[in-house]
């Protein structure tokens, strides 16, 4: 099956799309019962007032095919998003390191697209990116994910977009002050894979929690190359009154990864220990004209890591350490001046900081001389920003909204990121939307300060993102389509130009694309789901396609589920430069469940199922068809 076999499959959806009566007076109760998101205004809004591209990923698909991570189920359901990654589980950090999340020619690896918890920045303080380990799927109860400039309201590192992962909370029974459930899922398979996870939520009255353990392991398919991660999560909720709610969430994550090198130059001891966690603290208010909350956060992490040597070399004497943290304060009201007038207004503030050494192995001291020295071990910097976003509805129709930040950054200095948007319904089950929005990713503490190539006098990178969208609801809402174009311009990248010279604010890049996406809801067995997106980079990145394609398939019926789905990679970059090497890939995946009774229910899973060769990652060979079972109880 080829990506034209894709995109006609996908375009049969949408056909029947347009086979439909969208001017039934019937549905139109039904269509007002839009989708409610929190990302892209950090108030609850209903998406069709929302220039922006926002996808939701709810549980039940999360779930659907047994996965430990979110990132998999968001690179098919999402159009334009590609996860890079190197074996059946585990994407590690450093020089061989996977788990960097592509949209539209930007990367999380360079600290370009940003994830975030309950809407907390989750980025490593000293080199700028996520850690693609810790977004576990325990912690999710939906996943949102804007493409597309968010620096508006969350400043730095969000140039290419967000990933949300809205953490879980238990709905209560109706008229039930006590409530309670709890999960155990387990499962083992090929290359020695293991994965279990337990969780706990209840409700009493007016206090909530969710408690969730995690552990999973695997030796992977290549020799020295295995991987293990224990995962805690806790999340703790009060509602003080009708308009007032308290919560505070903690996570942990501790994994140790070996990272076997190309193969074609094998390393031997390229260890890592890597254990990262945040905490945050919330109070909300929510009124019938009014609602906004106060936060405060802290992301940390500590890191161990041999480099490994090649074979005929000698071992490392020393380990690379570093520990960071990004600590922070957000606060964000939002006021409904008028019926048709939302003004929402925030102010953030960030320290980051970090230490970074290398350390003897024997004596456990600091090598502060030879190649080993750095410029600096140690460095702070803060970021403040302010900034006011306006929606106004100038008709039932017409949606109007603009906003503007100003952000600070002790060594960047002052960045202005505008945003401007406007959207239009013509008919009550779609809209055309047009949105402008700037992004900007402040230097790393590694840009400004650590090896040779740092420069304290860097500023920040920022682009321009102009991108105009269709979507529409049908069939009482059970089939929606939606298609994007969007342009973006990017300037002042950061690159080295000389090896081993200061890095310098010369890079610009021009990205463009299409991107088309469809769900349907057949029946009360069936859903099927398609999205394409083409992408076409003056200056290509490593980790995006051409295209890719996904088409996807979930049936229930009745103590039985299935799901399916197939993926197509076309022109991937896994090395870019003056002799770019790009890689296509046909990849099927399927997940089978058997509910033996209420409390059990046993599953079986395949990924690859064609049994592809191909690499995402240069180097790294991914593995063919791979094999797991479990079970799942529910008490």
Not at 153 to 167: D, E, K, P, Q
Not at 250 to 256: E, G, I, R
Request: aromatic share 10%.
């Amino acid at each position: 099956m080829t990506h034209r076999t894709l995109l006609l499959l996908g375009a049969g959806i949408m056909s029947l799309s347009l086979q439909a009566n969208d001017q039934d007076e019937s549905i139109q109760d039904t269509t007002r019962m839009a989708e409610v998101v929190v990302t892209g205004s950090r108030a609850a809004t209903d998406i069709r007032h929302l220039p922006m591209t926002v996808n939701t990923i709810g549980r039940d698909r999360l779930l659907a095919n047994e996965r430990t991570s979110v990132l998999p189920t968001i690179m098919e359901e999402v159009p334009g998003v590609v996860l890079t990654s190197r074996g059946m589980m585990g994407y590690g950090v450093s020089t061989g390191g996977s788990g960097s999340i592509n949209v539209r020619g930007l990367s999380s690896g360079t600290g370009q697209m940003l994830v975030l918890i309950d809407g907390h920045p989750q980025y490593q303080g000293i080199f700028g990116h996520g850690i693609a380990d810790a977004y576990q799927t325990m912690i999710a109860e939906r996943v949102e994910v804007l493409r597309g400039p968010a620096s508006l309201l969350y400043g730095s590192n969000a140039m290419g977009g967000v990933v949300n992962i809205v953490t879980r909370a238990l709905t209560p029974a109706p008229g039930s002050k006590f409530s309670q459930h709890t999960t155990i899922n387990a499962g083992a398979g090929s290359w020695g894979t293991v994965q279990v996870e337990g969780s706990n939520q209840l409700r009493i009255g007016r206090f909530t929690s969710t408690v969730a353990a995690q552990y999973q392991r695997s030796d992977n398919h290549r020799p020295r190359m295995g991987f293990e991660q224990y995962g805690g999560f806790l999340s703790l909720g009060y509602k003080l009154s009708d308009h007032w709610k308290a919560s505070a969430m903690a996570d942990v994550t501790h994994f140790n990864a070996s990272n076997p090198g190309l193969v074609t130059a094998p390393k031997y001891d390229n260890d890592q220990s890597i254990t990262r966690g945040s905490a945050n603290l919330v109070v909300e208010n929510n009124y019938a004209t009014t609602s906004g909350a106060v936060s405060i956060y802290n992301n940390y992490g500590n890191h161990s890591i041999d480099d490994g040597y090649e074979a005929g070399k000698a071992p490392q004497i020393d380990y690379f350490r570093s520990r960071d943290a990004v600590a922070g304060i957000s606060l964000y009201q939002s006021v409904m001046a008028t019926p048709s007038t939302r003004i929402t207004a925030g102010f953030d503030y960030q320290h980051i900081y970090g230490h970074a050494w290398y350390e003897d192995k024997l004596t456990g001291a600091t090598i502060a001389t030879g190649s080993r020295k750095m410029q600096s071990t140690r460095g702070h910097e803060d970021e403040v920003a302010g900034y006011a976003d306006v929606r106004q509805e100038i008709t039932k129709y017409v949606t109007l909204s603009a906003g503007l930040r100003y952000d600070y950054h002790t060594k960047a200095g002052g960045e202005w990121i505008p945003q401007a948007g406007l959207v239009v319904r013509p008919i009550e089950t779609g809209e055309f939307k047009f949105m402008f929005s700037k992004g900007f990713r402040n230097p790393t503490y590694k840009d400004l300060y650590l090896y040779g190539t740092a420069n304290a006098d860097l500023r920040a990178e920022s682009m321009l993102n102009y991108e105009l969208s269709w979507r529409q609801r049908l069939l009482e809402g059970r089939l929606t389509y939606g298609i994007n174009l969007f342009l973006i311009d990017g300037k002042n990248m950061i690159q080295v130009v000389v090896p081993r010279t200061p890095a310098q604010n010369v890079g610009e890049f021009r990205n463009k694309g299409v991107e088309v996406e469809a769900a349907w809801k057949v029946d009360d067995h069936w859903r099927i789901s398609t999205n394409h997106s083409y992408l076409h980079m003056d200056n290509p990145i490593v980790g995006a396609p051409d295209y890719k394609g996904y088409i996807g398939a979930d049936c229930v019926y009745g103590k039985f589920t299935a799901a399916a789905g197939f993926q197509q990679l076309v022109g991937l970059y896994t090395q870019n430069g003056a002799k770019p090497v790009q890689e296509n890939a046909s990849l099927l995946h399927m997940t089978l469940g058997y509910r033996i009774c209420k409390q059990l229910k046993i599953w079986a899973k395949g990924e690859n199922l064609l049994a592809q060769k191909y690499e995402i990652n240069l180097g790294y060979p991914m593995p063919k068809a791979t094999f797991m079972g479990g079970v799942t109880i529910d008490l």
